[in-house]
């Protein structure tokens, strides 16, 4: 199967590129729509929680500025 993926990857003139660059790509898209990083790490099969919050902190904290920044839209201004 590596070697098919391979071909697909030499064929789209992908470089740099292996199997684990799809898993880093889909739990940082699964992180980046919100879904709860104890999912993410089940779904990644990973050995534990604190290994997805080691690889997939940046994109947490970037969630992080945008749940405050909704606030903004939920709580009117006071002035």
């Given at each position: ?10 064929v ?7 199997i ?32 997805t919050?080691k ?6 904290d ?18």
């Amino acid at each position: 199967m590596y070697k098919k993926i391979r071909k697909y990857f030499k064929v789209a003139g992908l470089k740099d590129v292996s199997i684990h660059t799809f898993r880093r790509t889909f739990g940082s898209i699964l992180v980046q729509s919100g879904v709860d990083i104890f999912r993410v790490s089940k779904l990644c099969r990973h050995s534990s929680v604190l290994v997805t919050q080691k690889h997939y902190a940046e994109l947490l904290d970037d969630n992080l500025s945008d749940s405050v920044k909704m606030l903004d839209k939920v709580i009117p201004t006071l002035k």
